[in-house]
């Protein structure tokens, strides 16, 4: 299968670079919609025999509408990018056609039965259980597209397409208040008029209600608003309280006559949120006020910091445009980290709240990117104002924005096959400090841009595994088509009419299997890494990269992890798994440790250095002295003293060919409703991987919870396949 898939790759590329081949890329893209007529008798013939004809319906609906596309792209003749996706989406397309006629023939004649596809009806908006989004007396999966008006436009086709989903990203403040005097109501009664098509065709519409769209004119009219920020998309200054004199009227006009609209699924708060701007009135103000009430006295800050200030006025702001505004790393960088992360939970709260008192009953998230809220980058990330603990107070769905992007085999000599491992962290830290669904409202399945193949395979490994950590709706980046390679839209999945058709294929699959998807997210993690933002704040050397090797580490032992923050001890929240895995945290504030003293668990520290200093810089006796029951370990021992500790999990993976654990499987164990035994199991690895499945040193019999077939030991799993099975 390696060779497979690199062979693939390799023909889908040559055929995408070719700008002038011998074919004729029309006469093929003709073939194909000449067999449309004949496709669509075989599915009306399969649904007036009462068989549900979800499946293949999908694959039809992407032919009909992709063979359109790459019809329009030949004719756009002088642009070589549409030419040459045209040809990949050709190439695509005649792979998906005889399968597409083995699956209706087997069906016609009885072979096979087509699997029936629970659905949700848009008659009532579904509530939240724990990870859960139910309805009609079960859990179902939602997911789809974003974010502009192609999504929109697209509503009636979206079922055939498998999709029960969309992000709608219009329209802000400034498309309700274009003018000063002016309201318009264009917006509103779009969104209206299409949440009423959405819930006619069974598709759920989450609202970016977009507060980064914020008019100018107001902000030229407000110019304490005015203030240089760094990063994101974000407008105008949150610190002024001008911004809520606007952002009132603008969610009272838009959600009253919507509130109670059964399509309207959610509302996201703001857009890939950041916050660090150059200093004003309204911040300092805010910031010398959060000094006051931490530190009560000057005295008490100048003690701590080792300072000599006179008053909290007199303490500095960071300035992201005067690297010399203040000294960073520092105890008055650590204090501002957490301030600015406070704050910035705190302004998104007041919003939720605003919202709420016009849609009590909608839940709301915000499309934070996971990378900040786990600091991949240490103080870069941390100097922004997300915080996932924080985040969670104010939101009933644990929202972000995130990526997995497909690996082709030559840019990896690891053998790894998509970069799993930046969703994954992002998706267990929010699992890990609340009990709500997980909404990646922006799902980066395809790197901007890139010209390249993406097999399907990918697409389905990453939405799964995806479910599995807790994401119950995903709308992925992004349903739209343009002619400019150089766009953000270019390379979208709406050039890539095969990877479209795993989208709609691993919908139903999860939504037949949600209850055993259910079981999985709900899973209590035997081992707990901690995440520590006074780390991040102070770059403590190699933290996050040793954040993301433990994680990588433990991840690949059959057992579920998870995340302890520093903020959830100072709150009081103890770990709840066996073993608590500390990467590299030297910096760590008094509380957190205090708390962490009273866990009678084992602790692994990845360096003798760990909690040797305060969030002030304040040295600590040696770790040892105040947590008996920790253990200093080297990143090549890890696995090995974590398994030990918590023991093996309930299924074994053992690869055949080395009679050991293979390093590119992701396992777990989970029990269903009737207390089964169900096994997930993915192969990130660009090789095929026969293994044996072992229950106390036993193989074990299984059947495939999808397709009800029994499962051969050995099981070879084939690159980025995951499959779910149950222990007869």
């Keep these: 299968m390696k060779l497979m898939l690199k062979t693939i790759l390799v023909t889908l590329t040559i055929a995408s670079s070719l700008a002038a081949a011998p074919d004729d890329p029309a006469a093929r893209v003709k073939a194909l919609r000449d067999r449309l007529p004949a496709w669509k008798q075989q599915l009306d013939q399969l649904r007036a025999s009462g068989q549900d004809v979800s499946y293949p319906l999908v694959s039809y609906t992407v032919l009909d509408n992709f063979t359109q596309y790459a019809q329009d792209d030949l004719n756009h003749t002088d642009n070589a990018f549409a030419q040459n996706r045209a040809r990949r989406a050709i190439l695509e397309m005649e792979t998906m056609a005889p399968r597409l006629d083995r699956e209706l023939a087997d069906a016609i004649a009885g072979k096979t039965k087509l699997p029936t596809v629970p659905r949700w009806d848009g008659k009532a908006r579904p509530t939240i259980d724990g990870t859960s989004f139910m309805s009609q007396g079960r859990p179902f999966i939602f997911m789809g597209y974003g974010h502009f008006a192609q999504v929109r436009n697209d509503i009636e086709k979206f079922p055939a397409y498998g999709i029960n989903l969309i992000q709608s990203a219009e329209f802000g403040p400034e498309g309700v208040f274009p003018k000063p005097g002016v309201t318009s109501d264009t917006y509103i009664e779009q969104t209206k008029a299409m949440l009423d098509r959405a819930a006619k065709a069974g598709v759920a519409v989450d609202l970016l209600i977009s507060p980064h769209y914020f008019p100018w004119w107001y902000i030229s009219a407000h110019p304490e608003l005015a203030k240089r920020r760094y990063g994101g998309l974000w407008p105008f200054s949150p610190y002024a309280p001008a911004g809520w004199d606007l952002l009132k009227p603008f969610v009272e006009k838009v959600l009253t006559p919507i509130k109670d609209k059964p399509a309207l699924f959610s509302i996201c708060l703001t857009n890939e949120p950041c916050n660090f701007e150059e200093p004003g009135e309204f911040s300092k103000a805010s910031w010398h006020a959060w000094l006051e009430a931490k530190h009560k006295k000057i005295e008490t800050l100048n003690s701590a910091w080792g300072t000599n200030y006179n008053s909290f006025d007199d303490v500095p702001m960071a300035n992201p445009f005067d690297a010399k505004a203040i000294k960073r790393p520092s105890p008055l960088w650590c204090d501002y980290v957490r301030w600015n992360q406070e704050f910035f939970a705190g302004w998104h709260a007041k919003f939720a709240q605003m919202i709420h008192e016009v849609a009590p009953n909608v839940p709301v998230h915000a499309k934070a990117t996971t990378w900040l809220m786990v600091s991949d980058h240490s103080d870069i990330d941390a100097q922004y104002g997300v915080d996932a603990t924080l985040f969670a107070k104010f939101s009933q769905i644990m929202g972000c924005d995130s990526l997995n992007h497909f690996i082709p085999g030559e840019w990896d000599k690891s053998g790894v096959a998509q970069t799993w491992w930046t969703e994954s962290k992002g998706y267990t830290l929010l699992r890990s400090v609340k009990n709500a ?66 989208v709609g294929r691993v919908n139903y699959d999860l939504n037949r299997v949600a209850n055993e998807v259910r079981a999985f997210q709900q ?47 100072e709150e009081g929240t103890m770990p709840t798994a066996s073993v608590v895995v500390v990467p590299h945290v030297v910096h760590f504030s008094h509380n957190a440790l205090e708390a962490l ?23 600590r006796l040696h770790v040892p002295q105040l947590l008996p029951n920790s253990e200093v370990v080297s990143r090549a021992d890890l696995q090995g003293t974590v398994s030990k500790l918590v023991g093996p999990p309930e299924i074994e993976v053992i690869g055949v060919q080395t009679a050991h654990r293979p390093g590119m499987m992701e396992w777990q164990c989970a029990k269903d409703t009737s207390g089964k035994t169900i096994i997930n199991i993915c192969n990130y690895g660009y090789d095929p991987m026969p293994i044996h499945l072992l229950h106390a040193g036993s193989p074990v019999h299984c059947v495939d919870v999808l397709s009800g077939e029994a499962v051969d030991d050995p099981l070879t799993l084939q690159p980025l396949e995951v499959r779910l099975l149950r222990m007869d």
């Design 437 to 502: 669904p997980i909404f990646n409202s922006e799902n980066h399945l395809i790197q901007d841009r890139d010209p390249r193949p993406v097999p399907p395979e990918h697409i389905r490994c990453a939405l799964w595994q995806a479910a599995m950590r807790g994401q119950s709706p995903t709308t992925i980046w992004v349903w739209e088509r343009g002619f400019d390679p150089n766009h953000d839209f270019a390379g979208s999945i709406m050039e890539r009419p095969a990877c479209a058709e795993a």
């Design 597 to 619: 003293k009273k866990y009678s668990g084992k602790v692994l520290l990845l360096g003798d250095d760990c909690f040797t200093r305060s969030g002030y810089e304040k040295p």
């Design 523 to 569: 899973l209590s993690p035997t081992i707990q890494i901690l995440q520590s933002t006074t780390a991040a704040a102070w770059a403590d050397p190699g933290y996050d990269q040793t954040l993301n090797d433990c994680f990588i580490a433990c991840d690949i032992l059959g057992h579920r992890i998870g995340f302890i923050t520093e903020r959830q001890l």
